[in-house]
């Protein structure tokens, strides 16, 4: 499930189903590194959803810190058994960190980390970026079941 209107009245209804959130990370500089990871991003959060559909709760991307420490207090984490950030490894983003920062130990608790990797998006052919996407969202989704199994 997205952040839309269609979502949320789904989710309010199917709240037992959806155990997991994912919160996409980036690191939000007006750089061609930061542009390319959250290109990256969005299209394996798109297509992990589409393949896991009815199990996760995907708010949309926000930009690295503030943007994050701000969402804290406003997630209901009751509602979720499994919190799931999601982000380009390379991208600076210290959780441990910000996991500290927070002082929600029940998000402390309920925290996983799924990592994705990065590669030069611009001058790359079609057939393969969508190769290099379907890799990330294989590995994407083996991370998420090893989260739920543990």
């Known amino acids: ?8 009245k789904q989710f309010q209804t ?17 750089n061609e590194q930061s542009t390319n990871d959250y290109e ?7 297509n992990v959803e589409q393949q896991l559909k009815g199990r996760l ?6 930009g690295y810190f503030e943007g994050v420490l701000s ?11 499994h919190i799931i950030f999601i982000y380009v490894k ?23 980390v799924a990592l994705l990797d990065s590669f030069p998006v611009e001058h790359m052919d079609r057939e393969m970026y969508e190769g290099l996407i ?6 994407s989704v083996k991370q998420f079941i090893s989260i739920w199994n543990n």
């Open 14 to 30: 199917q709240k037992e189903y959806i155990d997991t959130l994912i919160i996409p990370i980036f690191n939000m500089r007006l």
């Open 90 to 112: 390379h991208s600076e983003i210290d959780m441990n960190h910000l996991l500290q920062l927070s002082n929600h130990q029940e998000l402390i608790n309920k925290a996983n």
């Open 71 to 81: 969402i804290f207090d406003k997630i209901k984490i009751d509602d979720f058994n």
């Open 57 to 62: 709760f995907v708010l949309p991307s926000i």
């Open 134 to 139: 379907k890799e990330q969202v294989k590995s």
């Open 1 to 8: 499930m997205n952040f839309d209107i269609e979502s949320i």
């Open 40 to 46: 990256i991003l969005q299209n394996v959060i798109i």
